[in-house]
């Protein structure tokens, strides 16, 4: 009898038996557990919404059960994601009819195998209850399934699709615990009662490689390969940024990315320690730089930046240099206008205008003029792209942000909120610089 009870258990589970907590709505066969559970959590609309506990109520003329709880609210309110996790579904109707939705499931942190379904997402054009917004106005670029999503940041608006054509815009939010539409449901409404408010979606991105980042604490990073690298506000303007064009970081999006090495000062550069020694920067290391040396590489009269011991002491110290094209040189040959910048393998990159060379923090005060024969040996690379990270914008009128030779549009006002780019300075560029790079999602992947 023993055996043929655990035979029979076995057989139970791999069939996929419900588990002994859970209970099965018959109408859709939804597995459900009424035990109460408090998920930690953001409410999942940013703005003013009304709602009261109808988990279970009767659906379809009671044939069926309501699984989650229906925030109302009005049409393009913003919807974010509930807690650190990954989308593992979406669905953008098409003339069907049957709505848009996604799902985002945790995994970190206290909500860790939790998932959020998010119902009647929008697909109206604004203004209008014309089911055909879906392209642009359901869910914002980058919400896709597998992409990362942070705690806060938009995922979408609020709208009527699928079946609550009829009932109103709102919000079905159901909370699950497991894998999407295949977890076991438990009323949201202790969850959504103690979850953190918010007014507006957190500018979380995830944002692309070259973002400047401001961390909670104030400190400053860089996002580069996946990483966040920590620069100081020296290194900053030795290349030519400023902490202006930071972005908010909230502490979750920070935890998204793991700590580099710090960021150095650019090749290049010629810095002035705190004793008032003068160095320069080139192929990561640094070179005394006196009034003899830089004359000879053409830099008669270079822009000499403050730069503290901690950043310094992180370049080795080299004997010297083996010519005026080192890494980092920006030069242009005695008669020739075309200035080109010299790479970390000794090739040139022309600069094709000057908005390329100012995203680079770089201007023709950089420029040294070298012999009209300096160059004619010289290997050639790519003409020089914008810096990654550079915010910019066209005569008409087109916003992107240029990460890994790709122009990441921001299309319109929600998504320059979303990533936090309200008021940061925008470098003005020709329309053909930005046709003549691919276009990509603005995310970090």
Same mark, same amino acid.
């Given at each position: 009898m023993r055996l043929a009870a655990l035979v029979l258990t076995a057989a139970a589970l791999l069939a996929g038996a419900v588990p002994a907590s859970a209970e099965v709505d018959p109408g859709t066969g939804t597995e459900y557990s009424t035990a109460r559970v408090v998920v930690p959590m953001t409410f999942p609309v940013a703005g003013r919404v009304s709602y009261s506990d109808n988990w279970l109520a009767?659906?379809?003329?009671?044939?069926?059960?309501?699984?989650?709880?229906?925030?109302?609210?009005?049409?393009? @309110?913003?919807?974010?994601?509930?807690?650190?996790?990954?989308?593992?579904?979406?669905?953008?109707?098409?003339?069907?009819?049957?709505?848009?939705?996604?799902?985002?499931?945790?995994?970190r942190g206290p909500s860790a195998g939790w998932s959020a379904i998010y119902v009647h997402v929008n697909n109206d054009t604004p203004g209008t209850d014309d089911a055909k917004g879906t392209a642009a106005w359901s869910f914002p670029s980058g919400i896709e399934r597998g992409s990362r999503v942070l705690a806060g940041q938009l995922v979408g608006w609020l709208g009527d699709s699928g079946n609550a054509e009829g009932t109103g815009p709102h919000l079905h939010v159901e909370l699950r615990k497991g894998a999407g539409w295949g977890g076991v449901v438990h009323n949201a409404f202790p969850s959504l009662q103690a979850a953190r408010r918010l007014t507006a979606p957190l500018p979380s991105g995830p944002h692309p490689d070259g973002s400047l980042m401001r961390h909670p604490s104030g400190a400053l990073?860089?996002?580069?390969?996946?990483?966040?690298?920590?620069?100081?506000?020296?290194?900053?303007?030795?290349?030519?940024?400023?902490?202006?064009?930071?972005?908010?970081?909230?502490?979750?999006?920070?935890?998204?990315?793991?700590?580099?090495?710090?960021?150095?000062?650019r090749d290049g550069a010629v810095v002035r320690d705190p004793r008032g020694t003068t160095w320069l920067v080139t192929g990561g290391q640094r070179v005394k730089a006196g009034f003899e040396l830089l004359a000879g590489l053409g830099r008669l009269v270079p822009r000499v930046l403050p730069l503290g011991d901690v950043d310094l002491q992180r370049l080795p110290v080299a004997?010297?240099?083996?010519?005026?094209?080192?890494?980092?040189? @920006?030069?242009?040959?005695?008669?020739?206008?075309?200035?080109?910048?010299?790479?970390?393998?000794?090739?040139?990159?022309?600069?094709?205008?000057?908005?390329v060379?100012?995203?680079?923090?770089?201007?023709?005060?950089?420029?040294?003029?070298?012999?009209?024969?300096?160059?004619?040996?010289?290997?050639?690379?790519?003409?020089?792209?914008?810096?990654?990270?550079?915010?910019?914008?066209?005569?008409?009128?087109?916003?992107?942000?240029?990460?890994?030779?790709?122009?990441?549009?921001?299309?319109?006002?929600?998504?320059?909120?979303?990533?936090?780019?309200?008021?940061?300075?925008?470098?003005?560029?020709?329309?053909? @610089?930005v046709d003549g790079l691919r276009s990509a999602a603005l995310t970090a992947g």
């Open positions: 009767c659906r379809s003329g009671c044939a069926r059960m309501h699984m989650g709880q229906d925030l109302m609210g009005a049409k393009m @309110l913003p919807l974010v994601a509930a807690f650190d996790g990954v989308v593992t579904s979406v669905r953008r109707e098409t003339e069907d009819g049957g709505g848009n939705w996604l799902t985002i499931a945790s995994d990073f860089l996002l580069d390969e996946g990483r966040k690298r920590p620069v100081s506000a020296q290194v900053l303007a030795v290349d030519g940024r400023t902490p202006l064009t930071a972005v908010a970081m909230t502490s979750a999006a920070s935890l998204g990315y793991p700590t580099g090495p710090a960021v150095p000062p004997d010297g240099v083996d010519g005026p094209l080192f890494p980092g040189a @920006l030069v242009r040959a005695d008669g020739d206008p075309v200035v080109s910048l010299v790479d970390a393998d000794g090739r040139l990159h022309p600069v094709v205008h000057p908005a060379l100012a995203s680079h923090g770089l201007s023709s005060a950089d420029v040294a003029v070298l012999p009209a024969d300096a160059l004619e040996d010289s290997r050639w690379g790519s003409p020089l792209a914008l810096r990654d990270g550079t915010l910019v914008q066209t005569p008409s009128h087109r916003v992107a942000v240029v990460s890994d030779g790709a122009a990441r549009r921001l299309w319109d006002s929600r998504q320059v909120a979303a990533y936090g780019y309200v008021g940061r300075p925008r470098l003005a560029v020709p329309d053909a @610089l």
